[in-house]
């Protein structure tokens, strides 16, 4: 035991030598700002920050059943967010960190961002971790940062989520223009690239007897799936049809030639001269391949399902034997000019099918009710305007989702049919009115929102000569408070 004692005395003698001679600790500085509680200290920073929001939403439904209504209208209260966000610096600036938690009651907290950033200069900064996937200019602002309170259904659609992977981004300022430095912002990464849903649906719903049928509003409303990458679950270190090493290439650049323009929806803070304005433009692209054959879903037909395809014993490895590639595209503007914001994105996404393995053999290209490839589009206008200098916000917007038609076969029976889609092409019109008692911190926001949506074709024989309506419809008012500190 002494000898224990000695040892540690020796080891510890140069610390408390060092001790002595050390100066005064260094000064800690705490302070609650505008929004959140900030520590920092000469070598370390930690900012906290909670941003709820508190919503009525009266929901109202069209379009379903024999007599067009389905009865699943509903009015309620809820909270659509409660966040917690948790960034700084260790060490210095440049070593930066981010941990975004989305609390829930039903479940544990929700991790979204999670990840550390090394950034010695503007032009590189090396992020590893949770992110956000470079895709859309919409996608990257925080949710608490639009003008209305959810995404335009076109995003929705082709958003790619969250990845964990590795990316390395920057900012290069270019020439002197009119109002401010000219910027180029880049970032490119690798991701996981997991597939949203194993059957590539967005929601779906089919024609019957008794009219329009959809067995998840909520999927076929808000475009849940997909063949897109989704990647914010806690992921095993094991091989998984979803995550199999096949990973995904992401990549965006934005050119912002009169000056940056700031990562929010809408004009708020902008500068008295009437005679600057801003805008910028990004372009976005992500690859990924994932293997699927759609088993135990309405996939399950295309190749498994025809000429006897479907006998065929499982591969030993368990991957399966239809290779999707999936390629999305973003092109985006954005302008502002003294409290006015305009917001236009373009997407483009296009999935090839190919057989693999001992399913080559069946001759599948042949058959014209297995799709070899889909080609989904969408499109989104938000216009915004302060009609009291960033205070009171009115806006509007119209967003579109149009999804590739293709035969195919239906399950079990393997009947062919015509017009079928892995979502419900989409129109999107509405608008509101936001008021910013204290900017985004305090900020009270109404809006109405107006979507139809027309569903595949039809099942059998209802797909030719039938009248049959195809369209559903649902319309929202929404009352939002939200408030971050």
Avoid: C
């Avoid at 009119?178 to 590539?200: P, R």
């Avoid at 372009?283 to 879903?297: E, L, P």
Wanted: hydrophobic share 40%.
């Amino acid at each position: 035991m002494r000898s224990l004692i000695l040892l540690v005395a020796v080891l510890l003698a140069p610390a408390l030598l060092a001790h002595d001679h050390e100066e005064l600790p260094q000064e800690v500085n705490t302070s609650l700002d505008k929004a959140g509680l900030g520590f920092k200290t000469d070598g370390f920073e930690f900012n906290l920050t909670t941003a709820v929001q508190f919503r009525y939403t009266y929901h109202d439904t069209r379009g379903e059943g024999a007599n067009g209504d389905n009865g699943r209208d509903f009015s309620n209260f809820r909270f659509p967010g409660v966040r917690t966000f948790i960034h700084g610096h260790i060490f210095d600036p440049s070593f930066q960190y981010r941990l975004w938690l989305v609390w829930s009651w039903a479940a544990a907290p929700r991790i979204e961002d999670a990840y550390f950033r090394w950034a010695p200069e503007s032009y590189f900064n090396l992020t590893v971790g949770q992110m956000r996937v470079p895709a859309s200019w919409e996608y990257l602002v925080d949710h608490e940062h639009t003008g209305l309170p959810d995404r335009a259904i076109a995003d929705e659609a082709f958003k790619q989520g969250w990845g964990k992977g590795v990316a390395v981004s920057g900012r290069i300022g270019l020439f002197d223009a009119a109002f401010d430095e000219a910027l180029l912002v880049w970032e490119v990464g690798i991701f996981n690239g997991v597939l949203a849903s194993t059957d590539g649906a967005q929601g779906r719903g089919a024609i019957v007897g008794n009219g329009v049928n959809v067995t998840d509003a909520d999927a076929t409303e808000h475009f849940k799936g997909g063949f897109r990458n989704d990647d914010w679950k806690v992921n095993s270190d094991s091989f998984s049809q979803l995550v199999d090493s096949q990973l995904m290439f992401a990549g965006r650049v934005e050119f912002h030639p009169m000056g940056e323009v700031f990562r929010h929806m809408v004009d708020l803070g902008a500068i008295e001269d009437s005679a600057a304005w801003f805008f910028m433009i990004g372009v976005a692209a992500n690859w990924m391949s994932a293997r699927t054959d759609g088993v135990g879903t309405f996939l399950d037909n295309f190749y498994y399902g025809s000429n006897n395809a479907l006998s065929l014993a499982p591969p030993a490895s368990g991957r399966k034997r239809v290779d999707a590639s999936i390629f999305h595209a973003t092109v985006d503007g954005h302008f502002r000019w003294i409290g006015l914001s305009i917001n236009w994105a373009l997407h483009f996404r296009s999935v090839g099918f190919r057989a693999t393995g001992r399913l080559q053999d069946f001759d599948l290209e042949d058959d014209q009710y297995l799709p070899k490839g889909v080609t989904d589009y969408g499109a989104t206008v938000d216009i915004g305007y302060f009609i009291l200098r960033d205070e009171v916000l009115i806006a509007a917007r119209f967003s579109m989702v149009d999804f590739d038609e293709f035969k195919s076969r239906q399950q079990g029976s393997n009947a062919e049919v015509d017009g079928d889609a892995f979502g419900a092409d989409s129109y999107e019109y509405g608008g509101g009115v936001s008021w910013l008692i204290h900017g985004d911190n305090l900020k009270l926001t109404a809006d109405y929102r107006y979507v139809t949506q027309q569903l595949p074709h039809g099942r059998g024989p209802l797909s030719r000569g039938v009248l049959k309506s195809d369209y559903r419809v649902f319309q929202e008012i929404r009352l939002q408070l939200q408030w971050i500190f």
